[in-house]
């Protein structure tokens, strides 16, 4: 791995807590979180450090939040403290970024499908001591299996390659998120239908979300991020 990279700035992000803006010599911005974990990498990703913090470099091409940032995303309300369940974790991409973001204070639940995929994000977790992340291996589909772990949330967040997103995102805010509380959602189009048009596919989910009680406050596609991809953020209304 390379050495640490000094830039000639870092600064917050105009609208969101928890992240930042890191400029270079080249004049390039990029987002970033503060590392929770100095010295650890998740994914390979650039670690910098300026005024003593290290930060990490969040790649939008590997994270589609961040993607979602770039492309213009208004309404981010992962903050400090805050209880996250995220559902398809994967690697630990995002999450490691919402690990940073939310903080010592804050507890991110991290529900894998895939025994392998889970077996390595849950060995990065303990070798980094990301110590707000909690692996679940479970099924998103069934989140009464996992209630005995996840406690009420402040938000759901979702980013699942399966049919019926938007239900499964609902199903589990109904177990588990606050009155009042967030949901977030990466709609994979082609992982829902790939015979319809993605912008029908994306009404689909946010009319799913709607009847289901939702507030849609922002929705971006995530062009040339991610073909096929939008990233909607809603909250709980009823």
């Not at 990029?30 to 974990?37: F, V």
């Not at 977790?125 to 996992?146: H, V």
């Not at 009847?211 to 995530?222: N, S, T």
């Amino acid at each position: 791995m390379s050495s640490l990279i000094k830039p000639v700035e870092v600064r917050p992000h105009e609208k969101f807590e928890g992240i930042y803006w890191v400029k270079f010599e080249d004049g390039s911005e990029k987002l970033a979180t503060k590392n929770l974990t100095p010295g650890k990498r998740v994914y390979g990703e650039q670690l910098v450090v300026w005024e003593g913090e290290e930060y990490r470099i969040w790649n939008p091409y590997r994270s589609k939040l961040a993607a979602a940032i770039l492309k213009g995303l208004q309404v981010m309300p992962i903050k400090r403290g805050m209880k996250i369940l995220y559902l398809g974790a994967a690697s630990g991409t995002t999450s490691s970024h919402i690990s940073d973001i939310v903080g010592p204070e804050g507890v991110v639940y991290a529900v894998e499908f895939s025994p392998r995929v889970f077996r390595e994000f849950m060995e990065k977790c303990i070798d980094q001591g990301r110590t707000n992340m909690i692996p679940i291996l479970a099924d998103a589909r069934y989140p009464w299996q996992y209630r005995h772990i996840v406690e009420e949330v402040d938000l759901v967040y979702i980013d699942i390659a399966q049919p019926f997103q938007a239900k499964i995102l609902a199903d589990n805010a109904d177990f588990f998120l606050k009155s009042g509380g967030w949901v977030m959602q990466a709609i994979k189009a082609m992982s829902i239908d790939v015979t319809r048009e993605p912008s029908e596919t994306y009404k689909q989910e946010i009319e799913h979300l709607k009847q289901r009680g939702y507030e849609i406050l922002d929705q971006v596609h995530l062009e040339p991020y991610d073909v096929a991809h939008a990233f909607i953020v809603g909250k709980r209304v009823k």
